[in-house]
């Protein structure tokens, strides 16, 4: 099956950059959190990784396995935000990988993330670079008619633009919170895992 094997390669390249990239996001952390960002995310999407090839099943079951797993294995604050979002979204890909069911997953899990993470764009979070990405796809796909591997390019960079956004930004949600105005000039480690994410589905899909 074709879609399954693009998810399992999409899911591979993401474990691999949140593995490479675990010291960077984990120096983010340190300075406006508790220093485990890169450690939940490359320890939450190893075993997702694993866990997943040993999977057969269609895309949604597939990627609701992604979601539960990351919820069970990532704890703190992104773990039930990455992982219920991608357990909640899962639901729309039903009828498998097309450009509806891809704006629709997009538009699910920034509704899920924003509502339990009860985070405002401007609060120095992973919203910050997630709702310019969806909001950035789903206007590709639906206003301007652009193919899916276009509208991807448009979400990454409009999330390379919200992690820029962060930094100066002084944290309301989360950890970095605590530290009020010393958040300031810090760029958030979700917004920038967000980013590396997108980056990896778009350098599969490309
Ligand atoms: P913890 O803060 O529990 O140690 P992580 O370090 O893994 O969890 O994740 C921190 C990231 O989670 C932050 O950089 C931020 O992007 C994101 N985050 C924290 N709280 C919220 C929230 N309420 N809404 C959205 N994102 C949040
Ligand atoms: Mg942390
Ligand atoms: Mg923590």
């Known amino acids: 099956d074709i879609q399954r094997e693009a998810v399992h390669a999409a899911i591979e390249a993401v474990a691999d950059r949140l593995v490479a990239e675990k010291a960077y996001l984990t120096d983010l952390d340190s300075a406006i959190g508790d220093a485990d960002h890169g450690a939940n995310m490359s320890r939450g999407f190893t075993k997702v990784a694993d866990k997943v090839e040993e999977l057969d099943g269609d895309v949604g079951e597939i990627v609701k396995t992604v979601g539960v797993t990351l919820v069970s294995e990532v704890g703190g604050a992104s773990g039930p935000l990455y992982g219920g979002s991608i357990m909640h979204a899962s639901q729309e890909l039903g009828d498998g990988l097309t450009s509806e069911t891809s704006v629709a997953f997009a538009e699910a899990y920034l509704d899920k993330v924003q509502d339990r993470g009860n985070a405002e764009v401007g609060a120095k979070t992973m919203v910050d670079a997630l709702t310019p990405a969806v909001h ?8 301007d008619d ?13 999330a390379e633009r919200g992690v820029q956004f962060t930094v100066p930004l002084r944290a309301r949600k989360g950890r970095a919170s605590y530290l009020d105005w010393r958040s300031v000039g810090h760029q958030d480690p979700g917004a920038t895992s ?3 994410i997108l980056e990896e589905l778009l350098a599969v899909a490309e």
Request: hydrophobic fraction near 55%.
């Open 194 to 196: 967000t980013l590396f």
């Open 136 to 143: 950035s796809y789903k206007k590709a796909i639906e206003v």
């Open 146 to 158: 652009l193919p899916p591997l276009t509208a991807l390019a448009k979400a990454v960079d409009a």
